[in-house]
């Protein structure tokens, strides 16, 4: 069975403390990371980031963010 890791972030921690929030993210895998708004459907919003650059932007507009890898690469 394959198990995506993931890590959860609040607006309120991205406006406070952006690079714990990529530090979090890195800590979830390798890059390509997937950014997701929490509160949209299944694949609405999904960013792929390549990235440590890119990963404040992605995050940037949400209310609260889910980040992860795709289950299918590990």
Do not use: M
Not at 2 to 11: I, M, Q, S, Y
Not at 19 to 32: L, Q, T
Not at 46 to 72: F, T
Request: net charge negative.
């Amino acid at each position: 069975a394959l198990t995506a890791k993931f890590t959860d972030v609040l607006r309120s921690q991205i406006e406070q403390d952006i690079e714990g929030v990529v530090k979090r993210a890195e800590d979830v895998g390798a890059y390509p990371l997937f950014v997701k708004p929490a509160n949209l459907g299944s694949s609405v919003g999904v960013s792929r980031v390549l990235e440590a650059s890119a990963l404040g932007a992605a995050v940037d507009l949400p209310s609260s963010a889910v980040i992860g890898r795709d289950a299918n690469r590990g």
